[in-house]
């Protein structure tokens, strides 16, 4: 075996970034900027980097997709979605036909450009974002409006005596944020 030459200082060093934590258009954007200076991405880089998006879309763990191709009789374990997903292990044909059917999606998705599965896979992200958030905001303006609805009995409980303690300017700010529904606050800002 012959040793490989020591890289000057002034040769470029191509290491492939760690990728674990990275969504799928994070890897294709460091396996791009690596590859800039080399060639054009290879199938076997877009293949990566759309499996992991694609997986992720899915909800299916490495762990699971390296299940589920032990079943249909490939030897993977995690750390083999993990390798191909990060680009040190390349795919075989059958591999690729078993992974597009756990995934249900054709094999040309898994080879197409990364840019359009990139597009779908933000916007399924968004929408399910929006979902949380919708959620979230009723849950906050019915939270709010309790809130409202105790300020608004406590305030107008308070005998008058009491009430005079509080100033002009502490009273016009209770009484405005007891008119302020959470409609309102939607609609247009907030005065206060």
Same mark, same amino acid.
């Given at each position: 075996?012959?040793?490989?030459?020591?890289?000057?200082? +002034?040769?470029?060093?191509?290491?492939?970034?760690?990728?674990?934590?990275?969504?799928?258009?994070?890897?294709?954007?460091?396996?791009?900027?690596?590859?800039?200076?080399?060639?054009?991405?290879?199938?076997?880089?877009?293949?990566?980097?759309?499996?992991?998006?694609?997986?992720?879309?899915?909800?299916?763990?490495?762990?699971?997709?390296?299940?589920?191709?032990?079943?249909?009789?490939?030897?993977?374990?995690?750390?083999?979605?993990?390798?191909?997903?990060?680009?040190?292990?390349?795919?075989?044909?059958?591999?690729?036909?078993?992974?597009?059917?756990?995934?249900?999606?054709?094999?040309?998705?898994?080879?197409?450009?990364?840019?359009?599965?990139?597009?779908?896979?933000?916007?399924?992200?968004?929408?399910?974002?929006?979902?949380?958030?919708?959620?979230?905001?009723?849950?906050?303006?019915?939270?709010?409006? +309790?809130?409202?609805?105790?300020?608004?009995?406590?305030?107008?409980?308070?005998? +008058? +005596?009491?009430?005079?303690?509080?100033?002009?300017?502490?009273?016009?700010?209770?009484?405005?944020?007891?008119?302020?529904?959470?409609?309102?606050?939607?609609?247009?800002?907030?005065?206060?």
């Amino acid at each position: 075996m012959s040793e490989q030459p020591e890289p000057s200082a +002034d040769t470029p060093r191509f290491t492939r970034p760690s990728a674990s934590r990275r969504t799928g258009a994070e890897a294709l954007a460091a396996i791009r900027a690596e590859k800039a200076a080399r060639e054009t991405l290879s199938a076997e880089d877009v293949f990566a980097a759309n499996l992991k998006t694609l997986r992720g879309d899915k909800n299916i763990s490495q762990e699971a997709l390296a299940e589920q191709m032990s079943q249909r009789g490939f030897k993977w374990h995690q750390a083999t979605v993990y390798k191909i997903e990060n680009g040190s292990r390349q795919v075989q044909l059958g591999e690729a036909k078993a992974v597009a059917g756990i995934l249900g999606v054709p094999l040309d998705r898994l080879i197409d450009d990364t840019n359009a599965i990139q597009a779908l896979s933000r916007i399924r992200a968004l929408t399910h974002a929006l979902v949380e958030t919708d959620a979230e905001l009723f849950n906050l303006s019915i939270h709010y409006e +309790d809130q409202r609805k105790t300020l608004e009995r406590i305030f107008n409980d308070l005998p +008058d +005596d009491v009430r005079g303690l509080l100033g002009e300017q502490d009273t016009a700010e209770i009484e405005e944020r007891i008119r302020t529904s959470p409609t309102k606050i939607v609609n247009e800002p907030p005065p206060f």
